[in-house]
């Protein structure tokens, strides 16, 4: 049996990409041979791939296109399961290449898109060979495209966790961005209190109701409690009755209007939001490999 070192799996790893303890097994089942262990290598990844689909990914980035004219642009939330696998070179590469093909494709879902021609093969295999590389589940979870009314801007924070993109009519770019931030900040639900979900003012208005029924004041009274309650709630969760986080003595609504500008839509996304969170201790599993691999050597 060859002796595999340091430098023969370094070596490896170099021209392949795959994870530490991949390449020194397969270098030993090559018998150190580095050409038949790339070889071993290669089959085995998509077999490494389809066993990390089935793991949490709830980690990842999300990513912006907007075209040359700022009349089209389209965000993805793409995942995987760690944060160290979301600064990867080549996921955000692919974060980036998703976000240019949702926005100048005609997918119309996930699926679609995932059949989308790109780097000579489809969305999905290469994201399966990414898979198989870095040696975590990547998902492409979901994406929005806008046709713009006015012009798209985009506001991606917090080491590409929160991503916003919204379609500004009238005013400088600087006011776009600046309203972006402030959705990325203070998150709110919808555009203007027309575009809340029904379900969710019937909750709050049961919320309040409950409230004020406590109170023990007459019926014509508890009905204003409660529809106070209400437009307070339509204020906090709408972009236009929010106060603008860089000054909050104004509403976005007034901030638009004393700029001449409008906001037709907007998207957010905050990654991982609805997932469970990969509970494992990532460094603890970095060091049970060292171990194993300390007692198979």
């Known amino acids: ?163 916003v993109l919204i379609d500004v009519a009238g005013g400088e770019e600087s006011l776009a961005k600046d309203i972006a931030m402030h959705i990325a900040a203070i998150k709110p639900v919808a555009l203007s209190k027309e575009e809340i979900p029904a379900e969710l003012i019937k909750r709050e208005r049961d919320i309040a109701a409950a409230k004020a029924a406590e109170s023990g004041k007459p019926a014509n009274i508890v009905e204003k409690m409660v529809e106070g309650s209400v437009q307070k709630f339509l204020k906090e969760v709408t972009l236009l009755g929010q106060p603008f986080v860089k000054d909050d003595k104004q509403t976005v609504e007034h901030l638009l209007k004393s700029k001449n500008a409008t906001v037709h839509a907007f998207k957010l996304y905050v990654v991982g939001e609805g997932l469970e969170k990969r509970k494992d201790d990532f460094v603890a599993e970095v060091m049970a490999q060292a171990k194993h691999a300390d007692r198979t050597a």
């Open 1 to 163: 049996m060859a002796e595999i070192t340091a430098a023969m799996v370094r070596d490896l790893r170099d021209k392949t990409d795959a994870p530490m303890m991949e390449c020194k097994k397969a270098l030993t089942e090559a018998n150190g041979d580095l050409s038949k262990a790339e070889e071993i290598l290669r089959i085995k990844l998509g077999n490494k791939a389809s066993k990390a689909s089935s793991r949490i990914a709830a980690e990842g980035v999300v990513a912006a296109y907007v075209g040359p004219d700022g009349k089209l642009g389209a965000l993805v939330e793409v995942n995987c399961e760690t944060d160290f696998v979301a600064k990867n070179e080549d996921f955000l590469a692919f974060a980036a290449k998703a976000a240019r093909l949702a926005a100048t494709s005609d997918a119309a879902d996930v699926a679609a898109l995932s059949a989308v021609p790109l780097d000579g093969a489809t969305v999905e295999e290469v994201r399966t060979r990414l898979v198989g590389k870095i040696g975590e589940n990547v998902s492409l979870r979901r994406f929005a495209r806008v046709a713009a009314v006015g012009k798209l801007a985009t506001y991606i924070h917090g080491g590409a966790k929160v991503g």
